[in-house]
């Protein structure tokens, strides 16, 4: 045995050298010989041969049982903590404004491309499919929950802070005349409501509301 050893041994030194390496005049051979781009051109010329042979599915099948295997072994919170960490990483190399600035622009392609109706669209099919699921309660109980969230948090004047620099905002915007002339508007549909005629004649008293003699 130790005979057998020694003449490994003694063939690994005539290959190479104390420190590990080829001895000089020793050439690299195949694919080690060639350069990082023919060697990436070879691996993906390799890749594209196994998927004619296989299909398109082949990649993803494998993936699919290479990734069900580390789950069974490291458990389902192996991956949500590769990724956090890999996003904290990011976060830290990059600033928070980077995952932003990446939806934005995501954002913003996506929108180019379909155009501004298609998140309106999405968000539509998506609100629908959750009321035919949990019914049209839904929203609203998420609404009361949610409000009263907020209340209990900031108290019951937080609204009508809210509403009320609300309030000015648009009478800044608008004017003092806006909120009249919505009161104005809310009346006289109400008092159509109740049963008058749009032209202004009552039906109770008889009299002309709308037009005067001096009109015509």
């Known amino acids: 045995m130790r005979n057998s050893r020694e003449s490994y041994d003694n ?10 390496g080829r001895r000089e005049g020793t050439q690299r051979r195949g694919f080690g010989s060639m350069d990082s781009r023919r060697q990436r051109e070879i691996a993906h010329m390799g890749g594209e041969a196994v998927r004619d042979e296989y299909g398109p599915d082949f990649y993803r ?22 990724g956090r960490r890999g996003g904290e990483a990011v976060r830290d190399e990059y600033g928070p404004e980077f995952y932003r600035e990446i939806g934005r622009r995501g954002g913003e392609a996506v929108r180019d491309e379909y155009g501004p109706e298609f998140y309106r669209e999405i968000g539509r099919r998506g609100g629908e499919a959750v009321r035919d699921e949990y019914g049209p309660e839904f929203y609203r109980e998420i609404g009361r929950r949610g409000g009263e969230a907020v209340r209990d948090e900031y108290g019951p004047e937080f609204y009508s802070e809210i509403g009320r620099r609300g309030g000015e905002t648009v009478r800044d915007e608008r004017g003092r005349g806006y909120y009249e002339d919505l009161g104005h508007r809310g009346g006289r549909s109400r008092w159509e409501e109740d049963g008058h005629e749009r032209d202004g004649r ?15």
């Open 11 to 20: 063939d690994r030194r005539r290959d190479h050298d104390g420190r590990g």
């Open 61 to 82: 099948e494998i993936g699919r049982r290479g990734g069900e295997a580390v789950r069974d072994e490291y458990g389902p919170e192996f991956y949500r903590e590769i």
């Open 202 to 216: 009552g039906r109770g008293n008889g009299h002309s509301r709308g037009r005067h003699r001096d009109d015509y």
